[in-house]
């Protein structure tokens, strides 16, 4: 990121601001036009952009594809879902653990699981690369989801409804959906700061040097591996952290979570957002999640009827993006065709030299 | 997503009921898109045409009805719930096919004091302990077509049976519903996975125990699938098959042909069921969308009917939802299936039948009525309900 | 467990395999010449699955359905490598899987609005229908002998295609290096357009044979899809004979699997909770099993190059 020329850096910092002005505004207005409900939809949206932008720091920074990572988004939002299950019949998690709904101890807690789980899973994981590495994770996702759909103790397919919200200490309080909403806008610029920093870090350096030329960082003397596992734990725990705040937002956690194609909604909310940009998945995860809440409305506005077959519009919307709009989203705050950072990012094989990959195949 | 607002018949309904001036909303949850769309599109249209049956006004009120694509995603469908809610202003909630979504939706749906009436959806969950005010169920309790066949097979002498069901909730409670009235010898009780496609491994096991018969619970695509090749594994003729009504419905007939004539299934509903209400509702829904329809259209259609007979006899108050729920509980409607009145866990009581496939002279496969299994039978959480 | 219905369960596992195979060939083969990872793949598998069941219907055969239904859903592998993908081949994996998700969706509508929601009919043709005694006491369906021919049939054209013949040359030779043989003259873009309809026919094939034995309704290509990615992995992505050896394996631990977990559990757990953690490791097993192959051996059983 660091790459970018200064007007393209400064502008980016316009838009930032901006659209974070607009962020704050967003519940008061809403609100004031007697419309919460676009509240709560801005908060699921939110949310799903946590869970994206995790994804990004290893998929955008580390280059490393997860298509697994709904998986710890569903581990966080089951621990949340677990520990309401023991707080309601007074029981204990393998007659430990005595069940919760206190969200100081769930929000960490979440974080915690996603992070101790994704560090075996990132160690055998990351001894790949490329396709392999993409297929690997989905096989591990799968695991855990067939092992949830198998805990009958959880209802197993049917998953556990959070009847209760987790309880925070004042100011907080998730049952109110303005102060749920501040709370994901918090955590989401957190982590995006954290992300920032990270990139500009030496440890940020090194990861990207280990996505270009993985050899070459090594052969510089370092241990890209053990990088690219805290960044992966890292990132795990974020989206574990998503993951407890989304089971909060619907009431509801379920093996659909785990679920191999919200993974690839993660995937798709990170590419056409801009992949490796600091705001690309959250515009990413807005984009989808809009089209998803409207289009098939606004079809029906159009035709009557036409609604329900709105996802044959929606295939060739992502189709036109990927051959088209190849920045992503966060391209257009660039503004410029052909930018600086999206140079740095995807550069156009050379002449001569067979096309360059995020994986090499050997 | 659809809005139609049907206003034919309004006005002369509302000069009978001149106290409100209120607009019935109605959220249409189901599943439209992707695999199990079949089942989500017969629930819609049975529940239109119930509503066009009822003069497109329920209750007298001007009635709109606000449909959403629940992509067969838990998730999805709180957030339609929670849109239809918060936005649009719903007051009842219907359509949902499949029990985890049903689930899912309900902390939503009872947080707003929002009625719930499933046309299908009948979890364990939502019948005992854990049921609700605002759920209301006009199909069935999961377990008892189960429980039917577990009767039937009992009475038919059948003494070494092989079970097999998915390895999810609704498959346990299957084979529990089933085991419950069934007290002969189980010789292989088998769960296979869910959206299993080969069911070789599984025909070779039911060979080699030598069952009287099988009794399987799979429905949508994996039934496709077993029937198929249990036909072709040349079983059919060697041991009867029997299973709920979901495993021979409509939708499934028409796909596995001549492999499931002649095999008896249970449900509280079948086409041929005489009473006038169903002929009626059989020969219009023909008539309107060229197919018969399965047993989920008729329990959408039956949905439409008592939304409007509960919220009529509430006088058309949507705001008193007290009294609402109070008089969905002793709505009377014309039901489809002759008799239907609600337990105090809000879910149906109501006779069970047996089923046979048969072929039509067209060709087309339906379902015939073979006699009656249960008689006004409930299930058996309602004890654990405390409303 | 006796011995006869062991040797009955492997021959359904490897009969599973090989109809994974037929689905995997044409994935795998797409992947090894063009570097595309194409997860439409399933879509051409349901059109062929569903344009079968028309033209059967119509022929009164399916033996004549197929021969019509399979070219067709080449020709759409060859509309759509026209369209949308052709471009592609030079894009990163990521853009390929995206946009080829996009076409998941739009095909699954597709078919939806041309065949309505219900699920198909295809049943196996008359002189299929029957069942033959390979095993004594365990008569096997004809038609799933059917499939086990037609996959070793597929199994061996490809093998012969790409390895001995001039087009298989120029094919593999655009694969190793593509500039090289487009310096050389050789107009290197119909060729993949052929290698996409090729994939496209096959997976319709897969589609017209599986179609008989599983339900023909929209949302089978991704049932099978994941699967089928499974066994290019295993066996080492591009790799013909590794799809067959993936297969296979892959059909034989999922069968196995279903029948030994359980019954392995039931020694020491009381059934019914034997039938749940057995099954639920069963549903597993292929997972665990993709895992361990990529853990010692990251790039499959047979990799495709070097």
Partial sequence: MDDAGAPTARRRRVVHGVLLALLLLLPPAAMALGEPFYVSLATRILIMALAAASLNLILGFGGMVSFGHAAFVGIGGYVVGIAFVHAGDGSAFLGLLPGTTNGLVLLPLAMLVAGLIALPIGAVCLRTTGISFIMITLAFAQMLFYLLVSLRRYNGQDGIAVWQRSSLPWPIDLNDRVSFYYLALAVLVAFLALTHRLVGSRFGRVLRAAKDNERRARALGFHTYRYKLVAFVLAGAVAGLAGALFANATGFVGPSYLRWDRSGDLIVMVVIGGIGTLAGPALGATLLMLLEEFMPEALDGLVPGLGEHWKIFLGPILILIVLYARRGLAGLIDGVPGGALWRHLRPEPEPGKPPRRWRKRR | ?387 | MDGLLLVEQALNGVQLGVMLFLMAAGLTLIFGIMDMINLAHGSFYMVGAFLTATFTGLFDSFVLGLIVAVPLAAAVGVVVELVALRTLYRRDHLDQVLATFGLILFFNELVKIIWGPVPLRLTPPEFLSGQVELIPGAPYPAFRLAVIVVGIAVALFLWVLIGRTRLGMRIRAGASNREMVTALGVDIAPIFTAVFALGAGLAGLAGAMAGPILAVEVGMGEQILILTFVVIVIGGLGSIKGAFVGAVLVGLVDTFGRVLLPAAFKLFLDPSTADGVGSSLASMSIYILMAAVLAFRPRGLFPAYG
């Fill in chain 2, 1 to 387: 997503m659809r809005s139609i607002i049907l206003a034919a018949g309004t006005a002369v309904l509302m000069a009978a009921q001149p106290a409100s001036a209120q607009e019935l909303k109605i959220g249409m949850i189901t599943t439209l898109s992707g695999g199990g769309s079949g089942l989500g599109i017969d629930v819609r249209d049975g529940f239109m045409l119930g509503l066009e049956h009822v003069g497109g006004a329920m209750g007298g009120l001007e009635t709109e009805v606000i449909e959403g694509d629940d992509e067969r995603s838990p998730e999805v469908a709180v957030q339609l719930a929670d849109r239809m809610i918060e936005r649009d202003g719903v007051q009842i909630v219907t359509g949902i096919v499949w029990s985890n979504l049903a689930l899912a939706i309900m902390p939503t749906l009872a947080r707003s004091e929002v009625l719930f009436v499933s046309p299908n959806a009948g979890p364990s969950a939502l019948a005992g302990e854990g049921c609700s005010p605002y759920f209301f169920n006009v199909a069935y309790q999961n377990d008892n077509n189960h429980e039917a066949m577990g009767q039937h097979v009992q009475d038919a002498g059948y003494e070494r049976l092989f079970l097999l069901a998915p390895n999810y909730p609704a498959g346990q409670d299957s084979l529990t519903g089933f085991k419950r009235y069934y007290t002969g010898e189980v010789v292989g009780e088998v769960y296979t996975q869910l959206g299993q496609l080969d069911y070789a491994a599984e025909l070779a096991q039911i060979r080699a125990a030598e069952p009287d018969a099988v009794f399987f619970f799979l429905p949508g695509g994996m039934g496709i699938n077993f029937i198929k090749q249990y036909e072709q594994a040349g079983l059919k003729d060697e041991i009867p098959l029997f299973g709920p009504a979901f495993s021979f419905s409509q939708d499934i007939l028409g796909a596995v042909g001549e492999a499931a004539v002649g095999v008896y299934n249970t449900a509280q509903w079948s086409p041929d069921l005489d009473n006038p209400a169903n002929l009626r509702f059989v020969e219009d829904f023909m008539d309107r969308y060229g197919r018969i329809p399965s047993l989920y259209a008729s329990q959408a259609y039956d949905a439409a009917l008592l939304i409007d007979a509960g919220v009529r006899a509430a006088g058309g108050n949507l705001d008193d939802t007290e009294a609402l729920i109070a008089a969905f509980e002793t709505a009377q409607f014309d039901t489809v299936r002759g008799s239907f009145r609600f337990n105090t866990n809000h879910f149906p009581i109501q006779n069970f039948y047996l089923r046979e496939v048969v072929q039509l002279e067209d060709g087309t496969l339906t379902n015939r009525l073979a006699g009656t299994v249960f008689t006004d039978h409930t299930d058996a959480y309602a004890q654990d309900c405390s409303m």
